[in-house]
Structures are given as structure tokens and as C-alpha cells.
């Protein structure tokens, strides 16, 4: 099952990105926030959906599926079964409160 | 014209999937007399399927915004997917399965011409309708994606099967996502059927059949 590790940055980092005919599912999320200050981290899903009856011209979307937020010099996993309902449609991301190489975001994920 | 397998099919799978039961060398089907001159080739006849299946899979994926639609076209139009055949004497038989969500299908043939209505004039599908939207729709469960039971025949210059996927009120957007099996069939006419032929080929009835009672 793949993985991806990114560190926390104030700009969406790229996790993983979901293809056409599937959806993405994580797994699991760990954020080892070895840093000076607690920091929350957040996923988000960013897609342009189709054109349908009601939008002629969709625009892209931002949704944030799951926030965290993790006191300094602790570690977090969010359990399977919290994830288990969340479903990616897009171009899943990390974005953090603060830029500091020394929390780490790790996700595993697959597709359905 | 279209099927739907008993979804007991989808449990019983010991020794007979859904897949099993597509069109094989050797089997029959016939056109019913209502098909138009159109499909002359067709309209009336009785042919055997001359060759193994040659299984096509395909797929198409809609990203929709919730208590919203789309109008997907099967056919070779222009807009369309182009999953119909391009020549005479051919048949395609798709399976069509749905992976899992929030959302509805109807089925319409053609465009506007929905085939799952009752007998009361009001009583058509229409998904502007809080009750009306789930009359004659299709869910995920109707035909999973890993044991499809929709079937579709497509033969070519055929109206166009258009699916109307609804994405349920509630739901901010949903990956609507069509599994399909397109199971390419030549065939060959029967000239003079015998009668156990023309009892035991698959009846293909045109459109116009499947509505009006």
C-alpha cells in the first residue's frame, strides 16, 4: 500500500493525486511533530468536477476532508476507523499552520 | 434491449457469474418484427453468434455536484461515448456496473423517452421530483461494478441509450463511476430458423416495445 511524507508547510503540499475512474481512501495519517509549537495539519481535496444540467462552467473545489492538530514534541496516528468514511475525489494535499521541517505528515492510502 | 439479471446472480457465484451468461459462439438471437426498416438487416431475423466473445472493458467517471444531473449518451454521436458498433451484422451486448456512491441512474432511449415508467401518466421518472427520482432509477447496488446484472444490446445507427446520473440532495459532490463490458458479437443470419431457434433465441425487441403498458 503506497505511502507519501511530506513536512508541514504553510502552502498545500502534494500527497497523492486520485485517477479518473477510482476514488482515493486513506489509510492512515501520522504527524510526528518533533517541532517547537503545536501545529494542526490539514487534507484537502481539490478537483474540478464535471459539467452537469445545473453548472456550465464548474470551477475547481477545495474540500478539507480531516484537521489535526498536534501539541510539540508529540506524535499523532488518526485510527482506521476515522478515516474509513472519507473519500478523496482529487488532488489530495497537506497544508499546515506553520512551515517546520521537523513535523512530518506521512499517509497511506490506496484505491477503490 | 436491456436486461437486468435477477441480483441473486450477484450471490450465486459458485459456479456462474453474470459474466458466464454474456452471448458465446453458438448462441441465437432474434430482432423483433417492430424494429424499423432502418435496420433492415436486422428487423425479423434470427442469427447465431459465429465467433468466442471478445470482451471489451471501458470506463467513464463524472464528478457531479449534489441534487444535480448528467446526460450520458452511449451511442457514436458526436457527444457520445461510442460504444456502438459501426457495422452491420454486429451486436454489442455491454454490461454496464456502477462502483459505489451517492447517486442514481436513469435509463432513457432515446433522449427523453424513459423506459422505466408506470401505467398512470404521472407516474415517469424525474429527478426534479422529491418522490419521482427514485422511480425506475438504477443504484449502485442494482448493478455493482465486480458483478454487473444491467445489460445493454447495441447494434449500429441504434437510438441512443442516454443514462441520467442524479447525485443525491445531501451530498456536496460525488464520483459517479460507469464500469463497462462491451461483448463484441458477430453474427451470422439463420435463414429458415427452426422452430426450437426461434423459441430459444434471445428476443431482442426494439424500444418502442418496452414502454406504452
Not at chain 2, 427523453?112 to 401518466?121: H, I
Request: one cysteine or more.
Amino acid at each position: 500500500m503506497p505511502t507519501a511524507r511530506v513536512t508541514a508547510n504553510t502552502a498545500a503540499q502534494a500527497l497523492f493525486s486520485v485517477p479518473k475512474h477510482v476514488v482515493g481512501k486513506v489509510t492512515s495519517v501520522k504527524v510526528d511533530n518533533q517541532g517547537g509549537a503545536a501545529r494542526t495539519v490539514r487534507l484537502q481535496d481539490i478537483f474540478t468536477p464535471d459539467v452537469s444540467a445545473g453548472v456550465a462552467v464548474p470551477s475547481e473545489q477545495t474540500k478539507e476532508r480531516l484537521q489535526i492538530t498536534v501539541g510539540a514534541g508529540l506524535t499523532a496516528d488518526v485510527m482506521e476507523t476515522e478515516l474509513r468514511d472519507l473519500r478523496f475525489l482529487g488532488a489530495v494535499k497537506a497544508i499546515a499552520s506553520a512551515i517546520d521541517a521537523n513535523c512530518v505528515i506521512i499517509v497511506g492510502y490506496h484505491f477503490e | 434491449m436491456i436486461v437486468q439479471l435477477s441480483p441473486v446472480l450477484h450471490r450465486v457465484t459458485t459456479y456462474t457469474r453474470p459474466e458466464d451468461l454474456l452471448l458465446t459462439k453458438g448462441a441465437w438471437v432474434r430482432f423483433s418484427d417492430l424494429w424499423p426498416d432502418t435496420h433492415k438487416w436486422a428487423k425479423g431475423k434470427t442469427f447465431v453468434v459465429t465467433q468466442e466473445p471478445i470482451i471489451v472493458p471501458y470506463g467513464a467517471s463524472y464528478v457531479l455536484p449534489g441534487a444535480d444531473y448528467k446526460d450520458i449518451d452511449l451511442s457514436n454521436a458526436t457527444a457520445g461515448l461510442k460504444l456502438y458498433p459501426e457495422n452491420e451484422g454486429v451486436l454489442y451486448e455491454t454490461l454496464l456496473g456502477f462502483k459505489p456512491g451517492d447517486y442514481l441512474c436513469h435509463i432513457y432511449i432515446p433522449k427523453d423517452k424513459y423506459v422505466y415508467a408506470l401505467g398512470e401518466t404521472s407516474m415517469f421518472p424525474n429527478v426534479a421530483d422529491a418522490s419521482l427520482k427514485y422511480l425506475g432509477a438504477k443504484t449502485p447496488l442494482d448493478s455493482p461494478h465486480t458483478a454487473p446484472l444491467l445489460k445493454l444490446f447495441s447494434i449500429k445507427d441504434m437510438a441512443a441509450y442516454i443514462l441520467r446520473l442524479y447525485v443525491l440532495e445531501g451530498v456536496d459532490f460525488e464520483k459517479c463511476s460507469l464500469a463497462f463490458q462491451i461483448n463484441k458479437c458477430q453474427l451470422q443470419e439463420i435463414p429458415n430458423p427452426t422452430p426450437e431457434q426461434l423459441t430459444k433465441a434471445l428476443l431482442l425487441r426494439y424500444y418502442t416495445e418496452l414502454t406504452g403498458f
